[in-house]
């Protein structure tokens, strides 16, 4: 069983929900998307982008 992922980094996407990364970062300076940090990592969690996408946020 394949497992999606919860967290995507900014790096991957633009090709994975065809935003790029300019636009995630006028969203989270929006506070519409949040941006966490690990290790050096910024990620999105997968559920709020799709939501996001989705128009539910």
């Keep these: 069983m ?11 996407i633009p090709a994975l929900y065809s935003i790029g990364r300019a636009k995630v970062y006028r969203l989270a300076k929006a506070w519409r998307l949040t941006i966490h940090r690990l290790d050096g990592a910024s990620l999105v969690k997968a559920a709020d982008l799709e939501a996001l ?4 946020a």
Excluded: F, M, P
Excluded at 53 to 56: A, F, L, P, V
């Design 53 to 56: 996408i989705e128009g539910r």
């Design 2 to 12: 394949a497992r999606s992922k919860i967290y995507v980094r900014i790096a991957e």
